[in-house]
Antibody, heavy 119, light 110 residues
Framework: EVQLVESGGGLVQPGGSLRLSCAAS????????MGWVRQAPGKGLEWVSG????????YYADSVKGRFTISRDNSKNTLYLEMISLRVEDTAVYYC????????????WGQGTLVTVSA | QSALTQPASVSGSPGQSITISCTGT?????????VSWYQQHPGKAPKLMIY???NRPSGVSNRFSGSKSGNTASLTISGLQAEDEADYYC??????????FGTGTKVTVL
């Protein structure tokens, strides 16, 4: 059974930083691209970032480019999202998700971790 | 990358069919057959319902179907049931190697 468990969310001041983690199990982690999707309170889904199976290819939404860094440790089956220079508008539930074969869709999602950016 | 455009709400009676549209551009939906649809119940994580325009993952009811024409994709739910009441989001790959989601549609079962 595929499981994705996020951690690392919390309250941070504007300008601060935070690192999210996503522990994966139930599949061959290194064989699949992974991604982060966020959802601000009461709003829709926003794709944030994606990374290839080997970690050599990374992609970002314009809204986070230069501030967020996605990475993975295939030896630990863990996905990360390093976030710096956080803004109030980064407040959201952050979901970790696995890409399906062909990397065209997100077939499994974690339950999400809440990041609140507030003074 | 602007969000794909979906109607804010769609409603139908039990047993009826409804269709949700998702309009993009030639930089996303119009350029790829990589449209996916997600269902999200309140307080829950999204669930994949359709991928690559019209494919259903194992375990998803055949009441859900997808299609695409030009820059617009559609999700049809036939035989509407109370459990289908949820938010639905489309998504597409883009020419920038990113992904984009739709604005979301709230489905209400009357």
């Amino acid at each position: 059974e595929v499981q994705l468990v996020e951690s690392g969310g919390g309250l941070v001041q504007p300008g601060g930083s935070l690192r999210l983690s996503c522990a994966a199990s139930g599949f061959t982690f290194s064989s699949y691209a992974m991604g982060w999707v966020r959802q601000a309170p009461g709003k829709g889904l926003e794709w944030v970032s994606g990374i290839g199976g080997s970690g050599s290819s990374t992609y970002y939404a314009d809204s986070v480019k230069g501030r967020f860094t996605i990475s993975r440790d295939n030896s630990k089956n863990t996905l990360y999202l390093e976030m710096i220079s956080l803004r109030v508008e980064d407040t959201a539930v952050y979901y970790c998700a696995k890409y399906g074969s062909g990397s065209s869709h997100l077939d499994y999602w974690g339950q999400g971790t809440l990041v609140t950016v507030s003074a | 990358q602007s969000a794909l455009t979906q109607p804010a709400s769609v409603s139908g009676s039990p047993g009826q069919s409804i269709t949700i549209s998702c309009t993009g551009t030639s930089s996303d939906i119009g350029n790829y057959n990589y449209v996916s649809w997600y269902q999200q119940h309140p307080g829950k994580a999204p669930k994949l319902m359709i991928y690559d325009v019209s494919n259903r993952p194992s375990g998803v009811s055949n009441r859900f179907s997808g299609s695409k024409s030009g820059n617009t994709a559609s999700l049809t739910i036939s035989g509407l049931q109370a459990e289908d009441e949820a938010d639905y989001y489309c998504s597409s790959s883009t020419t920038s190697s990113t992904r984009v989601f739709g604005t979301g549609t709230k489905v209400t079962v009357l």
